[in-house]
Each structure stands twice: as structure tokens, then as C-alpha cells.
């Protein structure tokens, strides 16, 4: 969610940096993930079947390919009718 507040939340996602380190905390350790993309898409998004398009930010990993971690929050500006998204490959 998006407060616009600082710090607070994923207020912040914007200023992420391509190639920036996320460190996601859980209880069973860290999980250090990498800044490989980050755009703004509209508040809906078109699943086929409840399956979202080939390629789609939505769309999980094939095998082989690296874990991913999707944030997304609400553009403050535009009353909520975009999002912001950031993606990072687990390193």
C-alpha cells in the first residue's frame, strides 16, 4: 500500500534502482533479491482463463529459471488507477 509516507510501507518502491539489492526477512532467514525490472501498469491487467499472458510480470518462473519477488503499490497520483512494480531475481 501506498501512504504516501516515507518509509512507511511500499511508499518507497519507486526509488529502487535497477540492479539494487531487496532484502526480504522471514523466519527462516533472509532472501537477498536483485532489481531486474520496474514499471507502472494500469489497475487491471487481462488474464486468459484466469492465466495471465506469456511474459506477464504475473506469470511464475519456468523451471530452471530463478526465483522472483514482485512488489506493486498504488501510483499516489493517479488515484489509484496504476500501479508501480518492482521485480528482483533471488541472488
Known amino acids: 500500500h501506498n501512504m504516501e509516507m516515507p518509509g512507511v510501507l511500499f511508499s518507497d518502491i519507486q526509488k529502487l534502482s ?6 526480504l526477512v522471514s523466519n527462516d ?5 536483485k532489481v531486474t525490472r520496474k514499471f507502472i501498469v494500469p489497475e487491471y491487467f487481462k488474464l486468459i482463463d484466469g492465466v495471465p499472458e506469456e511474459n506477464s510480470f504475473l506469470s511464475l518462473p519456468k523451471k530452471g529459471e530463478k526465483p522472483l519477488l514482485t512488489l506493486f503499490t498504488c501510483v499516489y497520483t493517479s488515484q489509484g488507477k ?3 512494480v518492482v521485480q528482483g531475481e533471488l541472488q
Not at 532467514?29 to 533479491?33: K, S
Open 29 to 33: 532467514g533472509v532472501y537477498r533479491y
Open 82 to 84: 496504476e500501479r508501480y
Open 18 to 23: 535497477l540492479g539494487e539489492v531487496m532484502d
